[in-house]
């Protein structure tokens, strides 16, 4: 199945202001979400807020280079597709970008019209013959569903409709499932819009999917003392329980 420009967005990461505004703005015009960010330590944040459908990569970028960003990136998401952009030609980069799960690799100076059809052959080589985009807005884990786009939770018998802090959180705990998260983590992941941190906050909206949860044995949310949270989900065919926590 075809995806459509009207649906489809993009990370676009470049620290070059006027290169990342023309790019921007063109993929806008023909009609693309773009979201543009200049450095690449404030990517991931970013990238696990929303469902992104292809990310543009400046190699040279400061603090994180491309490179180290995609490696992030693919730590949470094996298959959305990347595509790098950069002044540098040799040979080793390209082969490194390849490595690290690259689609493609464009090099500077671009035509803008080219990189588009870069990006459309790219999105459709991904998309065209599956519906994993349709199955992405869908997570399921132990014997429930969380639909990212609805915001709306259901287990084996309750449907709940979440808030919009409530579905951002349990989507930062889909993604990390099984792994310990910081405090500090979630706090900049799910309030950053917010450009300022409440209290305690992230331990009262665990509690409320705490209690959403509590009829589906094969999840739970341990509180790891003094660090963070795992969400944790037990393998439900092979009845694998859960590992033990050390605290």
Known sequence: MALSNSK???????????????????LEMTGFAVTLLTQGDAVLPVFLQDAFHLCLLDVMLPQKDGFAVATDIRRHDTDIPIIFLTAKNMKEDRLKGFKLGGDDYVTKPFSIEELHLRIEAVLKRTYAHTTREEEKLIIRFGHSSFDTVNQCLVTATERFDLT???????????????????????????????????????????????????????????????????????????NTPFSETII
């Not at 967005?9 to 921007?24: N, Q, R």
């Not at 989900?233 to 092979?238: G, H, I, K, P």
Request: with cysteine; aromatic share 10%; proline share 1%.
């Open 8 to 26: 489809t967005k993009i990370l676009l990461v470049e620290d070059d202001a006027s290169m990342g505004f023309l790019v921007k703005d063109y």
């Open 164 to 238: 919009y802090r409530e579905a951002k959180l349990l989507k930062v705990f889909c993604q990390n499932k099984n792994k310990l998260l910081e405090r500090d983590f979630i706090n900049q992941t799910v309030w950053a819009d917010e450009g300022i941190i409440v209290g305690r906050s992230v331990d009262v909206f665990v509690s409320r999917l705490r209690k959403l949860l509590k009829n589906d044995p094969s999840v739970k949310i341990s509180n790891v003392h003094s660090v963070g949270y795992r969400f944790e989900v037990a393998d439900t065919e092979t």
